[in-house]
């Protein structure tokens, strides 16, 4: 399962500098056009004509990445679908998980959508995407996966909410 290529201009967290001089005022010629209903200008078009606010300078921007914001989305995310807020969600209880019974799946779906014991230790990536715990006795994973809408392949921007599809699996440890 693969990525598509995808343009750094097009994920959540990216934003453009100065070729020049590495100021993030960079500004973007556009078009707008009145609104009667709104009473106000409404962006029509984007030009590209770009100019730093800093350095006076017509540019062609740059385009970098913040690591950490997109880290933190991330997270929200993350969490949010733990705790049953997710949009473009998918919960997988495995089998060997429903053989428990329902009383027993229901409680590991409150206690993963609990834990926020997050360290170096159990979530090297910061993302919050992965848990193990013991639940009367028994040794359970839960992990997070990001795909494409279709879910035929990994999704080009996990960050995003609307490009990709979370899925959360609960399972014992013995299945993994």
Not at 114 to 141: R, T, V, Y
């Amino acid at each position: 399962m693969g990525q598509k290529n995808i343009n750094i201009a097009d994920l959540v967290g990216a934003y453009p500098i100065c070729a020049g001089c590495g100021s993030r005022d960079v500004v973007r010629d556009a078009w707008a056009e009145w609104n009667f209903a709104t009473v106000e200008w409404v962006l029509k078009t984007t030009l590209d004509h770009f100019v730093c606010d800093t350095c006076g300078e017509e540019t062609t921007p740059v385009w970098k990445l913040d690591k950490e914001f997109r880290k933190k989305r991330i997270r929200r995310l993350n969490g949010a679908l733990r705790r049953g807020e997710g949009e473009n969600a998918t919960v997988v209880i495995t089998s060997g998980l429903q053989a428990r019974g329902e009383e027993f799946v229901e409680a590991v779906c409150i206690a993963v959508s609990c834990l926020d014991d997050f360290s170096e230790d159990n979530d090297p990536h910061k993302e919050h995407d992965f848990g193990a715990m013991d639940w009367q006795g028994e040794k359970l994973f839960w992990k997070i996966d990001y795909y494409d809408q279709s879910m035929t392949m990994l999704s080009p921007d996990p960050a995003s909410p609307t490009a990709t599809r979370r899925v959360l699996t609960i399972m014992l440890a013995s299945e993994y």
